[in-house]
């Protein structure tokens, strides 16, 4: 059996950036991977500014305690200052430009005017209360790095320095399907033997939070023509196919022999619970179509059917290979120190990932039923314990936790 980190290696080495670039709005670009670096035209903020409604001064005209000083200008934010007269002050609000003379500012809960005077309370030190000219980024500074996906605050920070358009990697299109006699789609009455294709749900949001364009086959019937048929569809205008069900070796799993016949497949059996079968490969294309993939085809990735099963192994694997498809450099989910407030005094020898949830105390509570068939274990949770083979856990030992945070986006 391999182990996850090996599985995920072995992924991650296949998954050569996908390339394809196109300019969108900086408005348009939300979820998408910049392709080239940001680099800022200008400092931020462009000019020293008045971090406090108060008055601009110079520290030296204080050189002999209070003072009452006459109120030489008023200065707006988005207004141009007049070099400040020596002797006096200038009335400034948050975000004005600093009068070049001024060297603080006194803050106006500090300050008593009367008429056109005012008194200063406070004598501040050299810089006080000013934002300097560049203070949050330097012009030419690389702001956001090729590869970073575009958060709402990215941005806004891309804003923040001007920029209404940006470089961005073109979506990933990604091929689904789903096999497996007892399928049924909610909507449709369950005949007996039936249950609903959960997964489909699933699988696809998951890949919609990572930005992919996807194409639905729906379920396909347990039959290898059908399969081997749909496999040949997908393959053409997709980068990569995703399936689940069928991987196991039961003879009603179809999807092996369809993508072995279509294109080459490697079977895993990775050392993890819930999860275990997972298929990787490629499917031939006739002609090349502009879709991405492996040298001799379009990439496969067949997960286990089981909902549990199927959740986890997005997260763990096809995450990362699709983020990495996408140019995406920081792939690794960030995994939090917390203390177990549970025990489980059996070891299993694989890698398990247990679904949990934070406590009010800051601790972790683990969900009673950790079989690869409960979907409600996953909603319930706020991630996975991600525990080592052959390890129990005590109550009070801290455990490694990938917040769901960190996997589903
Ligand atoms: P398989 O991997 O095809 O052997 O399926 C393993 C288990 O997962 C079986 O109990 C299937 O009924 C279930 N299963 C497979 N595909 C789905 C799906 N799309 N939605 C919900 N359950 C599924
Ligand atoms: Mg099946």
């Not at 007269?85 to 500090?110: L, S, Y």
């Not at 019937?221 to 749909?230: E, K, Q, S």
């Not at 549970?342 to 398990?352: C, L």
Request: proline fraction near 7%; charged fraction near 20%; charge should be negative.
């Amino acid at each position: 059996m391999l182990s996850t980190a090996d599985a995920l290696a072995t992924l991650l080495a296949a998954a050569r950036p996908l390339g394809g670039i196109e300019t969108l709005p900086t408005l348009d670009a939300l979820n998408r991977v910049l392709a080239a670096d940001v680099v800022s035209p200008l400092d931020v903020p462009p000019m020293d500014t008045s971090a406090m409604d108060g008055y601009a001064m110079r520290v030296a005209d204080l050189a002999h305690g209070t003072a009452r000083l006459r109120v030489s200008q008023r200065i707006p934010a988005g207004h141009a200052p007049q070099p400040l007269e020596p002797g006096t002050v200038a009335r400034i609000f948050t975000g004005a430009t600093v009068p070049p003379g001024a060297d603080a500012i006194v803050m106006q809960e500090q300050a008593e005017p009367t008429g056109d005077e005012v008194a200063l309370l406070h004598t501040p030190r050299a810089g006080e209360w000013i934002t300097a000219q560049g203070a949050d980024i330097r012009r030419g500074s690389v702001i956001l790095p090729a590869g970073t996906r575009l958060t709402p605050q990215s941005l806004g920070l891309a804003a923040s320095v001007g920029c209404a358009e940006l470089a961005v990697v073109r979506r990933l299109k990604v091929a689904v399907f789903f096999t497996g006699d007892e399928l049924t789609m909610p909507g449709e009455p369950l005949r007996p033997g039936a249950i609903y294709n959960s997964n489909r749900f699933t699988l696809r949001g998951l890949l919609e939070n990572l930005g992919c364009e996807v194409s639905d086959f729906g379920i396909v019937p347990d039959r290898l023509d059908a399969t081997r048929a749909t496999l040949r569809d997908a393959a053409r205008e997709h980068d990569l196919i995703l399936t689940c069900g069928g991987v196991s070796v039961g003879e009603e799993d179809h999807v092996k022999p369809a993508v072995e016949a279509e294109g080459r497949l490697s079977m895993w059996q990775i050392a993890m619970k819930p999860g275990k079968p997972l298929a990787f490969g490629a499917v031939r294309r006739g002609e090349n179509t502009g879709a991405h993939g492996d040298a001799d085809g379009t990439f496969f990735i067949g997960l286990p059917g089981n909902p549990v099963s199927s959740f986890v192994t997005f997260l763990l694997f096809v995450r990362p290979f699709v983020l990495r498809l996408a140019g995406v450099k920081q792939v690794a989910p960030r995994a939090l120190s917390l203390r177990a407030d549970f025990t489980q005094p059996k070891a299993d020898r694989r890698n398990e990932f247990l679904r949990a949830r934070v406590n009010a105390a800051g601790g972790l509570d683990l969900f009673a039923n950790q079989s690869s068939a409960v979907l409600t274990s996953t909603v319930w949770g706020d991630g996975l314990i991600d525990n080592p083979p052959n390890h129990a856990i005590s109550a009070g030992e801290t455990v490694r936790f990938l917040p769901f945070s960190e996997l589903l986006y």
